[in-house]
C-alpha cells in the first residue's frame, strides 16, 4: 500500500499487527508522527461497520507493509426519487 493518509479506508489484519485476529474496518483521521519501528506507524481513527458508521475511536499500531484498503461500503438506503413520465399534451 502507497503512503497512508487521512480519509483513507483501511482492512487492518493480523498482517499489519498480531493484535488484530478478528479483522477490522478503520478509517484514518491523521497519521500520528510519533517514533517507532522502521516499517510501523500509528494511525489515529475510527473502526468502523459494515456499512461505514464508526463504532468506536481508537489509536492503532501498525506496519504499513500489511496495510490493505478497504473497498468502499455499500449505500443503504432509498435509491433516488424516481421522475414521473412526462404529461405533454399535443394539440
Request: proline share 5%.
Amino acid at each position: 500500500m502507497a503512503a497512508v493518509k487521512a480519509g483513507d479506508l483501511l482492512y487492518v489484519t493480523r498482517e499489519a499487527s498480531v493484535q488484530f485476529i478478528r479483522p477490522i474496518r478503520f478509517r484514518v483521521i491523521r497519521v500520528l508522527d510519533w517514533i517507532t519501528y522502521d516499517g510501523w506507524v500509528w494511525l489515529d481513527g475510527y473502526e468502523t461497520n459494515e456499512k461505514g458508521d464508526a463504532v468506536a475511536r481508537r489509536s492503532i499500531f501498525v506496519m504499513k507493509a500489511g496495510l490493505r484498503s478497504a473497498p468502499a461500503p455499500a449505500m443503504v438506503g432509498q435509491p433516488g426519487r424516481k421522475r414521473a413520465p412526462s404529461r405533454r399534451v399535443t394539440a
